[in-house]
Every structure is written in C-alpha cells, then in structure tokens.
C-alpha cells in the first residue's frame, strides 16, 4: 500500500457502513489516522448505536491502522465541533473532512411532511455544514491547510421522489464551492493551502438497494480512491470541483455558467417581448442529464407495463 495521507489527521462522517467506511478504511491503510464518526442509526434515523464507529474503528486498528470513534448526530452543531476537536485533541491537527453521513425519506414532493423535508436536510446539508465550519476554524490557523471532501449526488439535478434529498445534495455543492472560495480568499492573506471538492458516487449499500431502475453500479471501495486523492498533497490543487465515482468511472461535472444573453429592444423587457423571443433568443432545451433521466424512467414504466400485462 502507498502512503498518500501519511500523518494526516482526518475525520470521515457516516464511516460506520457503506461508502463512509471504505473511505475511512483506505485513508487509514495509506497512513492517516481517522476520526469515524457515525451515529450508527438505521436507514430511517432510528435506533443510534455506538456499536456501528466502534466496529469501523477495531476494523481500522485491527490490522495496524489507528483510529477513534465519535458516535454523534452530525445535524447537531455541537457534533461538528467534537468531531473536528477528536481529532485535534488526540493528535494536535484535523487535516481534513469527509463527510459522507446521510440518510433518506423518499416521498412525492406534494406529499412529503415538514420533518421528511426537515430530518433530510438537517442530516446532509447542515451535517456537513456543521462539520465544515469547525474543520476551517482550525485549518484556516494551520500553516499545513485542510482539504474538505464533501458527498453530494447526481441526484443534485433533480429527483422525483427525493425533492428533499437533491435540494440537500444542491445545498452541499453550494456550501462547498463557497468553502473553495473562502479557501483561495485566505491563501490570499497568507494562510495554508485549503481545498474543496464534491464527490458524487453510485455505489452498492443499503441506501442505494432501492433504487428503482437499472443504473451503473459500483463498490463503495471504488469511490474511496477519489476521495483519499483530494485528501492527500497530490490533490491539493484541486478546488471548486465535483467528480462522479461510480465502479471504474471517473468523470468531472461542468461549471455551471449563462450560456445565451438577450438584449430588450427597449428600456425594458415586456411579457410580451420575453413570450415572443425567448424561445429562439435563448432557448428551453432540457438539459442531457434530466432528458436521459427522463428516457430511462419512461423505459422502466414501460417495461413494468409489459411484465404486468404478462
Ligand atoms: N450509495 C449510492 O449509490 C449513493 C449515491 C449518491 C449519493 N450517495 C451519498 O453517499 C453517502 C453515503 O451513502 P451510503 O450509500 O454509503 O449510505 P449508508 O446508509 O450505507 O451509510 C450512511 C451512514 O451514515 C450514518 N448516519 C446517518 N445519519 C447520521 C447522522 N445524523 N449522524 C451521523 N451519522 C449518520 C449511518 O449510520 C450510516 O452508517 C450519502 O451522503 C449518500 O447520499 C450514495
């Protein structure tokens, strides 16, 4: 094995199952010491177990590595904060954070409740807020600077049954990407170099066991390469940025920019002037990655249609 983290200090959330926990193993195999932090709570939020950290940490120490277990809620302030101090308490330094903690409350957007809105949001959105905020408090002192892993999901696009879940996974592309910038702002004044980056991963675990048509599928130890390369120095560079992992295939997302202008033909536009030139002035196209969402979805209706009719 290499030794891309070697004396790193790194806390990964949601390290107790699936694809935190291969991250959490491989960066402690090339040479940091974790943090795994995870509140060992089943697909619905229920039933929080120490258990869960304890058996990812044995795992870790078991064959050499060292590690220590937070068993928190991360949508709790105050967690983000024992996180990031388990690390600086035990070894002086947090060099950097993962945070891969999420869970899920599928329903239809004109259905859903205010605490399937709420507990989704809170658990990755503000999970990784919470994380982040303490982490660059103290990397932002560190003349060795951090690296910030977030997870985020295609799904970031849009999602039928999980409006919740890709407002959260948007929100965490957001908060990243400002987290980047306020990096490159700080390097400015002289601070240590900070990055970034987002992984959006596919991957077999409990929380993709249910997804409803066929998708490319990997392992959770296929994505935890990426996220130990934009950990390490070789990936310091690296900012702003957002990768799918899924099995064998990397691939990097565009940056979102305007794309067509249009100029009103006076002071100001009318509804009326917008009604008649937006369509060829700028356009409406769907965009590739929702119209081929929209393709497949129509595939597996279809499909169902077919075995139903038998
Ligand atoms: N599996 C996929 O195909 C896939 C696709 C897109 C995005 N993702 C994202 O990747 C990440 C990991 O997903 P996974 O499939 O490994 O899920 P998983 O369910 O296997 O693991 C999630 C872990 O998070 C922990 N957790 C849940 N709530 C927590 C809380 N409040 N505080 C601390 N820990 C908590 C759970 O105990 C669990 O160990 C998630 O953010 C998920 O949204 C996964």
Redesign the pocket.
Known sequence: MSAFLEGKNIAV??A?????KAVALLCAAEGANVVV?????A?D?SDPTSE?ADAAVKEITDVGGTAIAVA????KFEVGAQIVDAAVDTWGSIDGVVC????LRERMLFNMSEDEWDAVIA??LK?HFNVYRHALAKMRKQETGGSFVG?T???FMASTAQAN?SAA?GGIISLTKSTALTAAALAMRGGGPINANCI????R????ENVPFGIEMGE?EDIAPMAAYLLSDAGREVNGQIYTSVGKRLSVWSQPEEVRTMEAPGDRWTVEQIAEMLPEGIGTETHPFIADLERRMAEAAAAADEKAEG
């Open positions: 959330t949601g107790g199952n699936g694809i935190g932090a995870d509140y060992g709570v697909m939020g869960v928190g809620d991360v949508s891969v903690a999420g869970n658990v990755h999970g997870f999901s295609g799904a879940y996974k959006a991963p596919v991957a675990t409990r929380m993709s959770p």
